[in-house]
């Protein structure tokens, strides 16, 4: 029913830049929250950053100030934007979505298939 594709995900050294896509699609009637988690080996999924349905934001301590979270409702898409990356921001990022479908009451968590980012030092 919905789908989360994430894109823009590489190979970066210390310093530089990337920005994340998520780009949501289906049957989707609105999206509620978007974030941004990551995942390094052995280690738990952690919360990136957040962005609600009236714009205000969250962001993780070890990021704030260097990343920059958006989206664009009309388009069902959010990003990240990733300034003066660090190695320890090398991980998987997960994008997530809490969506209410058309013809349905309920609101439901949906995540993307993952992107790799890594930073080299």
């Known amino acids: 029913q919905v789908q989360l594709v994430e894109s823009g995900g590489g190979l970066v050294q210390a310093g530089g830049s990337l920005r994340l896509s998520c780009a949501a699609s289906g049957s989707i009637a609105s999206i509620n929250t978007m974030a941004w988690y990551r995942q390094t080996p052995g280690k738990q999924r952690e919360l990136v950053s957040q962005?609600?349905?009236?714009?205000?934001?969250n962001y993780a301590d070890s990021v704030k100030g260097r990343f920059t979270i958006s989206r664009d409702n009309a388009q069902n898409t959010g990003y990240l934007q990733m300034n003066s990356l660090k190695p320890e921001d090398t991980a998987v990022y997960y994008c997530?979505?809490?969506?209410?479908?058309?013809?349905?009451?309920?609101?439901?968590?949906?995540w993307g298939q993952g992107t790799q980012v890594t930073v080299s030092s």
């Open positions: 997530n979505a809490h969506i209410r479908l058309i013809y349905s009451s309920g609101t439901y968590s949906y």
């Open positions: 962005i609600f349905s009236d714009g205000s934001t």
